[in-house]
Nanobody, 122 residues
Framework: QVHLVESGGGLVQAGGSLRVSCVGS???????FGWFRQASGKEREFVAA???????WYGDPAKGRFTVARDNAKNTVYLHMNRLKSEDTGVYYC?????????????????WGQGIQVTVAS
């Protein structure tokens, strides 16, 4: 059974940096990972993704500020966030798919973590 567990969230000042991590377990395939976020009262949106072969894809909010990376030996995916803004506040979710689905599409992912809160204070 696949499990995804996020960590590393918290409170950060605007302009600061934060790294969130997601450890996966139970895979019998090499997944593509995605990061999504959901602000209070808003739809869940795509942030970034990394394929099993290391290809990366970013949503508009992340371009130029966030970096997604993975460590296959640790079954871990990271989201490094820099120059954070108050509008980056939300619950960040790690997701995994078998591959072949659109990386920016929520429906492509069959496995989700519980989410972790990131709050950026202005």
């Amino acid at each position: 059974q696949v499990h995804l567990v996020e960590s590393g969230g918290g409170l950060v000042q605007a302009g600061g940096s934060l790294r969130v991590s997601c450890v996966g377990s139970g895979f019998d395939f090499t997944p593509d990972f995605g990061w999504f976020r959901q602000a209070s009262g808003k739809e869940r949106e795509f942030v970034a993704a990394i394929t099993g072969t290391g290809g990366t894809w970013y949503g508009d909010p992340a371009k130029g500020r966030f970096t997604v990376a993975r460590d296959n030996a640790k079954n871990t995916v990271y989201l490094h966030m820099n120059r954070l803004k108050s509008e980056d506040t939300g619950v960040y979710y790690c997701a995994a798919q078998r591959g072949g689905g659109r990386l920016e599409s929520i429906g492509s992912y069959g496995y989700w973590g519980q989410g972790i809160q990131v709050t950026v204070a202005s």
